[in-house]
């Protein structure tokens, strides 16, 4: 069963780093795949890149939380345009180079999302997006 990363991403990267397979890519362009994606064909449910995500965005395919609650503060990316998700995030990855998300949202203790989208996000980068051309 592969990993999904979900909109709790905010491109540290560290996962890509890890993976065995090589098989974890960041989304190109930023502003519409704001994410690191996982190639399902690829992955090897290792588990390598979970510890790795300093965001907890990370998660085994059946596990990717319908109702996420958050326990402190989070912020979630998605493409630029997307309702509500409005504020830049500025901030380095593990490299220290800058990371900028134009389009993210603070979901605040408490409150709950649905994180299961991410599933047909990452599946839709890998069959009709960019991530086509990365295999």
């Not at 510890?51 to 503060?73: H, S, T, Y």
């Not at 220290?96 to 047909?120: H, R």
Request: glycine content about 8%; proline content about 10%; charged content about 20%.
């Amino acid at each position: 069963m592969p990993h999904v990363i979900t909109s709790l991403c905010l491109r540290d990267g560290g996962c890509a780093t890890v993976c065995p397979v090589e098989c974890i890519v960041p989304g190109q362009p930023i502003d519409q795949w704001p994410w690191y994606y996982i190639d399902p064909d690829t992955c090897i449910d290792c588990g390598a890149c979970v510890p790795e995500c300093p965001w907890e965005a990370i998660f085994p395919l059946d596990e990717v939380p319908a109702a996420f609650q958050a326990k402190k503060d989070v912020r979630l990316s998605q493409p630029v345009g997307t309702p509500d998700y409005t504020e830049e995030y500025t901030g380095t990855n593990h490299d220290g180079d800058e990371v900028i998300l134009k389009a993210t949202f603070i979901l605040k203790a408490g409150q709950t999302i649905d994180l299961t989208p991410a599933i047909q996000t990452n599946a839709d980068f890998f069959k009709n997006g960019p991530g086509y051309n990365a295999r």
